[in-house]
Structures are given as structure tokens and as C-alpha cells.
């Protein structure tokens, strides 16, 4: 049985006002290549497949032309779940007519917790894999939300939901596999943070529950999985020393701080004597770089990048001493006569100077939606005794928002 994991599209996707649709169909042609050469029975989406809960004609596109040729490819059934920028609602509207193409949709999660747990057949009507597939929990699927309750009882609430979950599809998967009498293997799927999982800065990863503390712990999956595959995480990564629950990672880098990490699928072999996950690379479809250092150092890596023909899109952070003020004009002139493309810049010596005063100038991109919120807290002076509640009751808000943008039709 082979497997062929990936996750986190993020189609739709643009970067600092930048296009990227032409990559999104080099990356999905490549991603049918890669199934056709390795024979991949089954290919597991685990979430995210949009970036927005309402994704353009033209990212829908890319999908829906994607999975009418997996087929083609050899690949005999596709499994795709909601994460949490992908709309329950949207994904499961066209989920009677995809599974005629033998793709699986499970955009929420059921009313029937057996509905989330797939028997996956052979071409001859065989049973050969089970697939628990759990889309991204949201907060009221799997806690009840009481009045006076501690950030502590949220957080346990939240993760004892999550396990309750796994565990209950687990063993309905167990006992599916016993009625039909074959040794066939369960695999799991799931969309969420785990403890100790890696992220980069810039990844756009939200954390995905109030107060970011709800991260569920590796020894929470159901013991009769055979591999466990996850999205969320941008980077590729296993879970713990567990070789057999993994973070696929985003296959393409979703931000600059993703620009050197070498973006991967995961190729998964499942026989009697065990499962074996092996990383194959995700070719660089649009090359990304960052630069940052002072004037000197920016301007000697622009050359350098510019006698090898390069057509990367920049981001420039300028840490240099001296203060800039044409900083922007000065890589313009520089870059003028390649084919390369500043899509960023950042001047922190400026930004350092002015940040205090609130200048005019200053733009979002500098800011995150906390440092927003920080701003508040400190510009109105608000006492330090009152601030975590503070804290505590944004951050529900700002969940609030992100599950009411993924309910969006």
C-alpha cells in the first residue's frame, strides 16, 4: 500500500500583493508526475487546500482540474479534509459528485462519528486500508463552553475533546477492520498543533485554540494507527521520535521565512513488515530570497544573485547603522537591469526610530494583530494587573474570527 501525503496548499495564496497561480499549477502538475512515477494508491490532503474560506474561481479551478486527472495518474482514491482556513460548508458541497471520481471529502466533522472512517477499496472490491480522516476541530465540535471557566479548564477541555476524538475513531476503525475480517492497515489524518512541533517566523500558522496552549500531546492517537498524517505545520517535520505521525508541510514556502527550507511530500509504504515514510523534494517553482544586513552586504548579495541570472522575488530587511531614507529607490536602480522582483522591504533602522512615535508612514506589514493590540494596551496606559485578562479575552475574539471567516459561504 502506498500513500502519498501532502497538505496545506494554500491555493489562492498570494505573497505581499503577488500572484502565485502560475507556481500552484506547476506544483499540482509536478504532484501528479510524482504519483504516476511512484504508483501511489491513495493520496491524503490533510487540510488547507485554500488559503481563504471563499477561494477565487481560479483557485478552484486548479483543484477541481487537479483531482478529475488523478485518476489518470493511477492514484485510485483521494482523501481530502478541512483545515482551518478551508470552509467546511464549501469543501462538502460537492462531495456526492467527487466520490464518483473516488475523492472522499470530509469538510466537518459528523454527526456520526463512522462517517469519518473510510473503507478504502481495490480496483477488484477488495478492502485495503481504512482511513480515519478528522477534519480541523473547531472549538465548539469539542467543548462546551461554561460560564466562569478558567484559561486552564479551556485548555484541557480542548485537548481532552481532541483525544476523546481520535480515540473514539480509532475504534470504530478497529472494529470496521475486525467485521471484514481482513488485517488491512488504519491510517489517521488530522489538522492541528501538536506539542513541540516546529514553525518558522513568518509561516502565516495561526495558532489554531484560545490562549495557543491547546497543543495536543503525540500519545493522544488511537494505538491501531498505522501512520498518522498531518497538516497545519508548514514545515515537514515527525512528530515527537515518532516516525509514523507526521507534519507533511506546506509544498510550497508560504512565506519568506520558508524561503531556504526545503519543501517536501511524503511518500508512505505500508507492508507487513511495517511503515516506512521517505521525503521526496518539492522542486523550486519561484525562487525566494531574503536579504538583510546593511547596505554593503545587501548590495554585494544582490550582484551575486544577479550574475547567476536569478529571477527571485526579494524581501530586503536593512539592520545597517545609518539611516536610509531612499532606501527603496537605491534597490530599484540596482536591481533595474535583472530579473529579479523586490516584493518587500523592510528598513528597520528607520522602523526602530519611528515605531515610538506611531509615525504616519508606518505601515501593517511591520505589525502583527498582536503587536496591534499591545500597541492599545500601552498607548491608553492600561494598568499591568489588568492586562492578561485582557489578553485572554482578545485572543477569543480573535478565534471567534477565524472560525466565523472559515464558516463564510
Not at 117 to 144: F, K, N, Q
Not at 307 to 332: C, F, K, N, P, T
Not at 359 to 366: G, N, V
Not at 385 to 409: C, K
Request: negative net charge.
Amino acid at each position: 500500500m502506498k500513500i502519498l501525503h501532502t497538505s496545506d496548499w494554500h491555493l489562492g495564496r498570494s505573497l505581499f500583493g503577488r500572484k502565485r497561480y502560475d507556481e500552484f499549477e506547476r506544483l499540482l502538475g509536478w504532484l501528479l508526475e510524482i504519483i504516476g512515477q511512484n504508483q501511489a494508491d491513495v493520496l491524503l490532503i490533510a487540510g488547507d487546500v485554500f488559503d481563504t474560506s471563499t477561494p477565487n474561481n481560479r483557485a478552484q479551478e486548479l483543484y477541481y482540474r487537479f483531482l478529475r486527472h488523478v485518476a489518470d495518474a493511477g492514484c485510485r482514491h483521494v482523501v481530502v479534509i478541512a483545515g482551518n482556513h478551508d470552509s467546511p460548508s464549501f469543501l462538502n458541497a460537492p462531495k456526492e459528485l467527487l466520490r464518483a471520481l473516488n475523492v472522499h471529502v470530509i469538510g466537518s466533522v459528523t454527526e456520526d462519528r463512522e462517517d469519518e472512517v473510510l473503507v478504502l477499496r481495490s480496483s477488484d472490491g477488495e478492502p485495503e486500508v481504512l482511513v480515519c480522516a478528522v477534519p480541523y476541530l473547531r472549538d465548539r465540535d469539542i467543548r462546551v463552553v461554561e460560564p466562569g471557566e478558567s484559561s486552564t479548564d479551556k485548555v484541557k477541555k480542548l485537548v481532552d475533546g481532541i483525544q476523546e476524538h481520535y480515540q473514539q475513531v480509532g475504534a470504530i476503525a478497529e472494529r470496521k477492520r475486525q467485521e471484514l475480517g481482513v488485517q488491512i492497515p488504519i491510517v489517521a489524518m488530522g489538522h492541528l498543533f501538536t506539542a513541540g512541533a516546529r514553525t518558522v517566523e513568518g509561516d502565516g500558522v495561526r495558532e489554531l485554540y484560545v490562549g495557543s496552549l491547546a497543543h495536543v500531546p503525540v500519545n493522544m492517537f488511537h494505538v491501531c494507527f498505522d501512520y498518522v498524517a498531518l497538516g497545519h505545520l508548514h514545515l515537514p517535520q515527525k512528530v515527537g521520535d515518532a516516525a509514523d505521525i507526521r507534519y507533511s508541510g506546506a509544498p510550497l514556502p508560504i512565506g519568506f521565512g520558508e524561503a531556504r527550507i526545503q519543501k517536501v511530500v511524503s511518500m508512505v509504504e505500508i507492508s507487513d513488515d511495517g511503515t516506512t515514510a521517505t521525503e521526496i523534494p518539492v522542486p523550486v517553482f519561484q525562487p525566494l530570497e531574503r536579504i538583510r544586513g546593511d547596505w554593503e552586504e545587501i548590495h554585494t548579495r544582490i550582484l551575486e544573485l544577479s550574475a547567476s541570472s536569478s529571477q527571485a522575488w526579494l524581501e530586503i530587511v536593512y539592520e545597517g547603522q545609518d539611516i536610509i531614507g531612499d532606501l527603496r529607490e537605491r534597490l530599484d536602480e540596482v536591481i533595474s537591469e535583472t530579473e529579479m522582483e523586490i516584493l518587500r522591504v523592510k528598513n528597520s533602522r528607520i522602523s526602530e526610530q519611528i515605531l515610538s512615535q506611531m509615525a504616519d508612514d508606518e505601515t501593517l506589514d511591520d505589525l502583527t494583530v498582536d503587536d496591534v493590540f499591545e500597541r492599545c494596551l500601552a498607548e491608553h496606559d492600561v494598568p499591568d494587573a489588568q492586562r492578561p485578562s485582557l489578553r485572554q479575552a482578545y485572543q477569543d475574539i480573535v478565534t471567534t474570527l477565524h472560525e466565523t471567516d472559515a464558516r463564510a459561504e
